[in-house]
T-cell receptor, first 113, second 113 residues
Framework: DVKVTQSSRYLVKRTGEKVFLECVQDMDHENMFWYRQDPGLGLRLIYFSYDVKMKEKGDIPEGYSVSREKKERFSLILESASTNQTSMYLC????????????FGQGTRLTVV | RKEVEQDPGPFNVPEGATVAFNCTYSNSASQSFFWYRQDCRKEPKLLMSVYSSGNEDGRFTAQLNRASQYISLLIRDSKLSDSATYLCVVSNAGGTSYGKLTFGQGTILTVHP
């Protein structure tokens, strides 16, 4: 089975902290994605990557950065966490090229206080 | 205008009912189309891909109208277990956005006895 694993299910961080969310997939997928999900807004794409060291901004990249040094790992970085970044963060991966199914991790519920 | 827009819902239907969800997309270069299902507090999972010729999987039928940039999902003989959020998903074509997956905000379905 395809597995996408996010490092934490729940995180609580303080305003101004640097936060790392890690995602690992075991199916050699080229594409990886970071979304945030908020009530009434659905899933919004933060960043995606179609290859190692390659990244593209999504719809809401402000306040975030990403790193993909290895094919299986895609990290989301909050440089200075703010309360409006409290959300559910979902990582996904898929084969390239599309159309292919995207597989999601279980999500990280981040609370910034 | 949002790139992918869905019926806001929520839909509350009795068991056995037929229910239809609609979705429109704004990028005429979009290449691939999907319906995902998300259960409460779970990650999204692929329900079905959507093809130009239309496709059916048991009680579920998906249709694509490229001219109108419109996607639909029909659920016949609704079951209690169909209660979930249904997400319309569009994949871009071309350039560095190739493979980018954009989600609609989702439509909540509740099937009651």
């Amino acid at each position: 089975d395809v597995k996408v694993t996010q490092s934490s299910r729940y995180l609580v961080k303080r305003t101004g902290e640097k936060v790392f969310l890690e995602c690992v997939q075991d199916m050699d997928h080229e594409n990886m994605f970071w979304y945030r999900q908020d009530p009434g807004l659905g899933l919004r794409l933060i960043y995606f990557s179609y290859d190692v060291k390659m990244k593209e901004k999504g719809d809401i990249p402000e306040g975030y950065s990403v790193s993909r040094e290895k094919k299986e790992r895609f990290s989301l970085i909050l440089e200075s966490a703010s309360t409006n970044q409290t959300s559910m963060y979902l990582c996904a991966s898929s084969l390239y090229p599309p159309p292919t199914e995207a597989f999601f991790g279980q999500g990280t519920r981040l609370t910034v206080v | 205008r949002k790139e992918v827009e869905q019926d806001p819902g929520p839909f509350n239907v009795p068991e056995g009912a037929t229910v239809a969800f609609n979705c429109t997309y704004s990028n005429s270069a979009s290449q691939s189309f999907f319906w995902y299902r998300q259960d409460c507090r779970k990650e999204p999972k692929l329900l079905m891909s959507v093809y130009s010729s239309g496709n059916e999987d048991g009680r579920f039928t998906a249709q694509l109208n490229r001219a109108s940039q419109y996607i639909s999902l029909l659920i016949r003989d609704s079951k209690l277990s169909d209660s979930a959020t249904y997400l319309c998903v569009v994949s871009n074509a071309g350039g560095t956005s190739y493979g980018k997956l954009t989600f609609g905000q989702g439509t909540i379905l509740t099937v009651h006895p």
